[in-house]
């Protein structure tokens, strides 16, 4: 099966600090990847829309110069959570897309807290 | 836009009994429909995904059917297991590489022992 590895599972930081979180294919090339917000008991808001080698397309509202996206190969991703503050706090997904296929896959997750 | 609702956003059933979540979409342009399967802290998993050159498909317990008329899609469990309990999620997209995937809100499946 195609398998996304995303990490760290989970980080605390302090307020003003950055935090980098990596999103690999494992077993795949994955032109497109996507990161995702998530709240607590709700449905997945998509943030930004990543093509490898081009600059991330962000979703209205999400602020590019805080969420800084990188896809710099066909298997890494990462997203990096500038100058964080307490109201960043939210659980953070990526999903791969295997290049020439519709099938999506997603990471296990990135808890942040932000204190 | 594409616009996804799932309906129930929580359901319980009784182990080995079946549980069926269902999904309308708004854009008649969608083509693929997957369905993930969320545990508690962890990411969606794909569990079945179909295209909308097909009606039915079948994978062990798991079924999904697809009425491109009428627009929705749903997802069929039979059997249920109390390690089917999480929150599933349907989609929609348009099937090519690089296109945004619509989600629907989700429903919290429980399966009572």
């Known amino acids: 099966g195609a398998v996304v590895s995303q990490h760290p599972s989970r980080v605390i930081c302090k307020s003003g600090t950055s935090v980098k979180i990596e999103c690999r294919s494992l077993?795949?090339?994955?032109?497109?990847m996507f990161w995702y917000r998530q709240f607590p008991k709700q449905s997945l808001m998509l943030m930004a829309t990543?093509?490898?080698?081009?600059?991330?397309?962000?979703e209205q509202g999400v602020e590019k110069d805080k969420f800084l996206i990188n896809h710099a190969s066909l298997t890494l991703s990462t997203l990096t959570v500038t100058s964080a503050h307490p109201e960043d706090s939210s659980f953070y997904i990526c999903s791969a897309q295997r290049t020439g296929s519709e099938k999506l896959f997603f990471g296990s997750g990135t808890q942040l807290s932000v204190l | 836009g594409e616009n996804v609702e799932q309906h129930p956003s929580t359901l319980s059933v009784q182990e080995g009994d079946s549980a069926v979540i269902k999904c309308t979409y708004s854009d008649s342009a969608s083509n693929y429909f997957p369905w993930y399967k969320q545990e508690l802290g962890k990411g969606p998993q794909l569990i079945i995904d179909?295209?909308?050159?097909?009606g039915e498909k079948k994978d062990q317990r798991i079924a999904v059917t697809l009425n491109k008329t009428a627009k929705h899609f749903s997802l069929h469990i039979t059997e249920t297991q109390p390690e089917d309990s999480a929150v599933y999620f349907c989609?929609?997209?348009?099937?090519?590489?690089?296109?945004?995937?619509?989600f629907g809100t989700g429903t919290s499946l429980t399966v009572i022992p």
């Open positions: 989609a929609a997209s348009w099937g090519n590489t690089g296109n945004q995937f619509y």
């Open positions: 990543s093509n490898e080698g081009s600059k991330a397309t962000y």
């Open positions: 179909i295209r909308s050159n097909v």
């Open positions: 077993d795949f090339q994955a032109t497109t």
